[in-house]
């Protein structure tokens, strides 16, 4: 049965073309992470739909799910790391990294049944609603696309210089996005439903205060955490890291 086209055997090489070129093994790695690729994008799609379930709860004033989503995502890699990667190598990672989307997922569902959401199937793709969402959504397209755009190019870089700088990057990136996610998204997601009725309520007052004490808060946590990681970069790269990269190097 003849293997179906895609398009990850092109866009790979595009995106790191250096891959295993420095010990000889560009065919090896380029086609393991082609077959890694595909089976990974499955996660994507999990993560769009429950990115959607994510705003509607947080504009309903839940959390709780959502904060549960990301352990659980979590959780699965570090089960699959456990118990699978012993014996699947890195594609029992990959399945936890697909699992752990669908769990993302799936623990939000009867949270949106408590709020009172009740779905129905549409395919109005030209309707009011989508429009309004199409357009809101540029901005943040752009954003997200801007730090997603510079961490690839990192990534096409570094694959020219050795394999073990792509992991570097990938744990420095790790390591900078904390404070973001621990502070930054944490603060930004609680707060958000609260300035969006504000907005929408005109209440421009309300809304500089709420704002300004958000990012007050956010830069009071971030600028120490951040601090700390430049101070303690060595030991924090050892204390969450070192047994794993050590182990990569046996």
Do not use: C
């Not at 393991?32 to 379930?53: D, E, K, N």
């Not at 936890?96 to 549409?122: D, E, F, K, N, Y």
């Not at 793709?125 to 690839?152: H, I, K, W, Y």
């Amino acid at each position: 049965m003849p293997t179906p086209k895609t398009a990850a055997p092109t866009i790979v090489p595009w995106l790191a073309p250096g891959l295993g070129a420095a010990t000889g093994r560009e065919r090896e790695l380029t086609d393991l992470a082609v077959h890694l690729t595909r089976l990974m994008l499955l996660s994507p799609l999990f993560f769009g739909i429950s990115g959607m379930l994510t705003g509607v709860l947080n504009a309903r004033q839940h959390f709780l799910a959502p904060a549960l989503a990301p352990l659980i995502y979590n959780l699965s890699i570090i089960l699959a790391a456990l118990f699978f990667a012993r014996s699947f190598g890195v594609y029992g990672l990959a399945w936890g990294v697909v699992i752990g989307s669908a769990g993302h997922l799936l623990v939000q569902l009867p949270a949106l049944r408590a709020v009172g959401m009740r779905w129905t199937p549409s395919f109005d793709v030209f309707g009011e609603g989508v429009r309004d969402v199409l357009t809101l959504m540029g901005p943040r397209v752009v954003g997200l696309a801007a730090s997603q755009v510079n961490f690839l190019a990192v990534i096409f870089f570094a694959s020219f210089v050795s394999d073990e700088a792509i992991s570097a990057m990938n744990y420095a990136f790790l390591m900078m996005m904390l404070p973001v996610g621990v502070i930054g998204m944490a603060i930004s997601t609680a707060v958000f439903p609260t300035l969006a009725q504000h907005a929408a309520a005109r209440e421009t007052q309300l809304l500089r205060d709420a704002l300004t004490h958000a990012l007050r808060t956010i830069l009071l946590l971030a600028i120490p955490a951040s601090v700390a990681l430049i101070l303690l970069a060595g030991p924090a790269v050892r204390v969450l890291l070192q047994r794993e990269i050590g182990r990569a190097h046996v």
